[in-house]
C-alpha cells in the first residue's frame, strides 16, 4: 500500500524517542520511547490505590518522571476508563488500569489512553504506543527528541 501524496507531511514526526508532557499532572517533561509494536501507552507507576469518586472508579498513584531517579514523585488521581489484561513484549500477563489523560508532543496535544504499571527497572518510564499516534504522528526511529526541546538540566543543591 502506498501513502498518497501530501499524506505523510501532513502529520507530524516524532523519533524513537521523545520528550512529553503530561499536563493534567503537572509534568512538563517525561521522556518516552515511542513503541509502534506497543498498542497501548504506558506510565510508570509506583504505586496503586483504587478508591470510588461520585460513584465512579478512580486510582491514586506516584510517579517518578525522572529516568533512573526516585527522588522526584508527582502524585496523581484519575479516573478509571478500564482495566485491562495486558500482555508485556517479554510475554508476562498483567491487568493493568487504563485512565484516559492528555499528553503534549511540542504543541500538539492528545488524548491518550494510558495504562499504568510499575516500569522502575525499566530504560523509559513510559511508551507511546500506536493508538496514541495513529492518523496524527509517523515515526523516524533514525532520530531522537524532534517534538521537544531538551530540559535544562536541573541545578543540584547542596543539603546544608
Request: charged fraction near 30%; proline fraction near 6%; hydrophobic fraction near 35%.
Amino acid at each position: 500500500m502506498t501513502t498518497p501524496p501530501g499524506e505523510a507531511t501532513a502529520k507530524k514526526t516524532l523519533g524513537w524517542r521523545e520528550w512529553l508532557a503530561l499536563p493534567a499532572f503537572g509534568i512538563e517533561y517525561i521522556k518516552a520511547k515511542i513503541d509502534t509494536g506497543a498498542r497501548t501507552s504506558a506510565l510508570h507507576a509506583f504505586y496503586l490505590e483504587p478508591f470510588t469518586r461520585d460513584g465512579k472508579p478512580w486510582v491514586r498513584f506516584g510517579i517518578h518522571p525522572r529516568q533512573g531517579s526516585s527522588e522526584e514523585v508527582v502524585h496523581c488521581e484519575a479516573a478509571v476508563l478500564d482495566r485491562r489484561t495486558v500482555t508485556d513484549s517479554g510475554g508476562h500477563r498483567e491487568e493493568r488500569y487504563v485512565i484516559l489523560t492528555p499528553i503534549r508532543l511540542g504543541e500538539q496535544e492528545v488524548m491518550t489512553e494510558m495504562t499504568l504499571t510499575d516500569r522502575e527497572n525499566m530504560r523509559f518510564r513510559m511508551l507511546l504506543g500506536r493508538t496514541a499516534m495513529r492518523g496524527q504522528f509517523v515515526v523516524d526511529p533514525g532520530r531522537s527528541y524532534l517534538s521537544r526541546r531538551r530540559p535544562e538540566p536541573r541545578a543540584k543543591h547542596k543539603k546544608s
